[in-house]
């Protein structure tokens, strides 16, 4: 039978209790504050994470750019066909291919964005007229894809998921890229401004209808938008380091609601879109008429020229 405590004795147990008490507070304190900080630190392991993601995604190198656009851009000769090179590696400048524009085809380079209603009713205006001379080999048309227009599709950077399918067209299936060209630009397909723009899936769906066929490989091309940073680096090269491929002294229009011209003595660069280069030299319609009186100047000039070198080396051999 236990004995009977003391006043001192109950004194000290319950001294002794307390203690027991506080040590058994303290060590669940120091336990949850252990807790509190190994969730505090993982959530911050998981930001660091997601941010050295974006930060990753932001800073990935280039890479290459599609197969056919070495230039930045795409040329389409006789028959519609696209002109192979190589594709654009990251680092690489782009650079003009060589022309001679003293004999014929006449050469056409063409920037735009797929968002551009400008753009959009050039094409309506002279999609298949320009389809007619590149067809026949009369003219060589290049087309430069851009997405400064980026801005006007409510987050969804429908300019640049255009141009990339476009190039992803222009690498896989080149003998659809024209059509696709003309039909993202035509007026039953191009967005407005200021709207969400074609989805993904709609992107396949009228490279379908323009003749590709919906491969796995081009879904994914499209989906991953794998071209993104190559037409990021195109709207870079254009609007700070200048136009590639201008004749010797050319100007462009500084800014077309005025038409006054860019200095002389600095790079020519991209002031807006549709931004037409005819043998080295821009088109303005107000300036030098319709683009197909142009086109037919330009080559009667070249013929011209070829005819009078005939005769001129008649002559001499004569």
């Given at each position: 039978m236990n004995e009977k405590l003391t006043k001192n004795q109950r004194r000290e147990q319950a001294r002794e209790q307390a203690r027991l008490a506080r040590e058994a507070e303290k060590k669940r304190e120091k336990r949850n504050r252990l807790f509190l900080q190994g969730g505090i630190a993982l959530v911050i392991i998981a930001v660091l994470g997601v941010v050295a993601l974006v930060l990753s995604q932001s800073m990935k190198?280039?890479?290459?750019?599609?197969?056919?656009?070495?230039?930045?851009?795409?040329?389409?000769?006789?028959?519609?066909?696209?002109?192979?090179?190589?594709?654009?590696?990251?680092?690489?400048t782009r650079k003009a291919p060589e022309q001679d524009w003293t004999k014929s085809p006449v050469d056409i380079t063409i920037y735009v964005d797929y968002m551009c209603p400008a753009c959009g009713n050039f094409e309506q205006q002279n999609g298949d007229m320009l389809e007619q001379?590149?067809?026949?080999?009369?003219?060589?048309?290049?087309?430069?894809?851009?997405?400064?227009?980026?801005?006007?599709?409510?987050?969804?950077?429908?300019?640049?998921?255009?141009?990339?399918?476009?190039?992803?067209?222009?690498?896989?299936?080149?003998?659809?890229?024209?059509?696709?060209?003309?039909?993202?630009?035509?007026k039953e397909v191009q967005p407005a401004e200021q709207t969400t723009g074609l989805t993904d899936d709609q992107l396949v769906e009228n490279a379908v209808a323009a003749g590709a066929k919906g491969t796995t490989e081009l879904k994914q091309?499209?989906?991953?938008?794998?071209?993104?940073?190559?037409?990021?680096?195109?709207?870079?090269?254009?609007?700070?380091?200048?136009?590639?491929?201008?004749?010797?002294?050319?100007?462009l229009i500084n800014d077309p609601r005025v038409g006054d011209l860019q200095p002389a003595d600095e790079p020519q660069r991209l002031r807006s879109t549709p931004t037409v280069i005819i043998n080295g030299v821009q088109w303005v319609e107000g300036r030098d008429g319709s683009l197909e009186e142009y086109i037919l100047k330009v080559k009667g000039e070249l013929e011209g020229s070829a005819d009078q070198k005939k005769e001129d080396t008649a002559e001499a051999a004569g």
């Open positions: 190198p280039a890479g290459p750019g599609p197969l056919n656009m070495i230039s930045g851009g795409v040329t389409f000769s006789k028959d519609l066909e696209v002109v192979k090179t190589k594709a654009l590696q990251d680092g690489e001379y590149v067809g026949s080999g009369d003219v060589n048309l290049t087309v430069f894809p851009l997405n400064f227009l980026d801005g006007q599709s409510l987050g969804t950077k429908y300019s640049t998921r255009a141009a990339n399918a476009f190039s992803c067209v222009v690498e896989e299936q080149p003998k659809n890229a024209f059509a696709y060209h003309n039909r993202l630009l035509s091309c499209i989906k991953d938008q794998r071209f993104a940073p190559f037409i990021n680096a195109n709207w870079k090269s254009a609007s700070e380091t200048g136009l590639q491929g201008l004749a010797e002294g050319t100007q």
